[in-house]
C-alpha cells in the first residue's frame, strides 16, 4: 500500500492524516497516511530515509517548508514564488519534486465553495508573512483588478509587493473599499486585529480568514459587525490537502462535503 505522510515539528494535532484518509475512501484509493515527527537537526535526513523506504509523497508544515525547498531537485512556479514548499514527491528519475500547495487551496476554496470571484476585484491582504507570501503567485493569477498588500512594517509589505508586481500599504494609508479582504496576519490566534478602518468595508465587501476555529475569527467579527460576509480559513485547510492528492494520485477529491463534516466536529467536540 501506498505510504504518504506529513511532517512538522509539533505534528500530533495535525488534521492531514483524517483529511487524507476522508480523500482515500471519497476516491477509492488504497493508501496510508501517517504523521512523522520532525526532527530540528536531522529534517533532510529524515525526508531522504522516507523516500528510500518507499515513501510516496510528504506534506511539510512549519518549521520546515523553506528546508523543504531547499532540498528539492525541480520546484513547481507556485513554490518557486512563495519560497516555501508544503508538498514533496519522488520523480520516476528519483528527483525530489517540491509545489506549495496552500494559495491554490485557498483560490479554490473561495471560487469553488463560497463562489466568488477575484477576477477584476479590489483586493487586499492584510499581512506580509510567509503565509501571505504563500498564496500571492495564485491570487494573481486569477486576475484581480489589483492587489494591496498592509502590513504594520511598511517595508516588508513593500518587498512582497516589488517582487509580486503589486502594492503596498501601511494600515494607515489605506483608502477606499475593496472587494475582497483576506486576512493573512495572526491576528485571529492572538486577538490582536490590525488597525483596519471601517470605511474598507463596502455594500459588497467579502472578508476571507486564513485562519480558522470554531467561533467566529476576531477579523470575521469585525467584518459582520461592519455589514460584511465571509469565510475562515477550514476550507483552505481542506483545499491544499486536496491539490496534494491530485498531485500524488492524479485523483482531485472534493472538498465541500469535507468542510462541512468537519465543521460540525469542531461545534460537537
Avoid at 10 to 25: E, G, V
Avoid at 35 to 64: A, S, Y
Avoid at 247 to 269: C, D, F, Y
Wanted: glycine fraction near 10%; charge should be negative.
Amino acid at each position: 500500500m501506498d505510504q504518504y505522510a506529513v511532517v512538522g515539528n509539533p505534528i500530533a494535532h495535525s488534521k492531514s492524516p483524517s483529511i487524507h484518509a476522508y480523500f482515500a475512501t471519497q476516491t477509492q484509493q488504497s493508501l496510508t497516511y501517517s504523521t512523522l515527527l520532525g526532527d530540528e537537526v536531522g529534517f533532510e535526513q529524515q525526508v531522504r530515509d522516507f523516500f528510500q523506504q518507499g515513501g510516496k509523497g510528504l506534506n511539510v508544515t512549519v518549521p520546515f517548508k523553506e528546508r523543504a525547498y531547499a532540498m528539492c531537485d525541480i520546484l513547481s512556479q507556485r513554490a518557486k514564488q512563495a519560497g516555501a514548499v508544503n508538498t514533496l514527491l519522488l520523480s520516476e528519475k528519483g528527483e525530489l519534486f517540491g509545489d506549495n500547495t496552500d494559495g491554490i487551496g485557498m483560490v479554490r476554496d473561495i471560487t469553488d465553495n463560497y463562489q466568488r470571484t477575484l477576477k477584476n476585484k479590489r483586493v487586499l491582504i492584510l499581512g506580509a508573512g510567509g503565509a501571505v507570501r504563500g498564496v500571492l503567485e495564485p491570487i494573481l493569477s486569477a486576475s484581480p483588478a489589483s492587489v494591496t498588500i498592509a502590513n504594520r512594517t511598511v517595508e516588508k509589505a513593500q518587498g512582497l509587493a516589488d517582487h509580486f508586481d503589486c502594492l503596498a500599504s501601511s494600515f494607515d494609508a489605506l483608502e477606499g473599499t475593496f472587494d475582497i479582504i483576506i486576512n493573512g496576519t495572526s491576528a485571529s490566534l492572538s486577538g490582536n486585529l490590525p488597525p483596519l478602518k471601517d470605511e474598507l468595508i463596502g455594500d459588497q465587501t467579502w472578508c476571507y480568514d486564513m485562519m480558522y476555529g470554531i467561533e467566529r475569527t476576531v477579523f470575521l467579527q469585525w467584518a459582520h459587525e461592519r455589514g460584511a460576509d465571509g469565510a475562515d480559513g477550514l476550507g483552505m485547510l481542506v483545499g491544499q490537502a486536496a491539490e496534494a492528492f491530485y498531485l500524488w494520485r492524479q485523483v482531485r477529491p472534493n472538498t465541500a462535503s469535507l468542510v462541512k463534516e468537519m465543521r460540525q466536529q469542531m461545534r460537537v467536540a
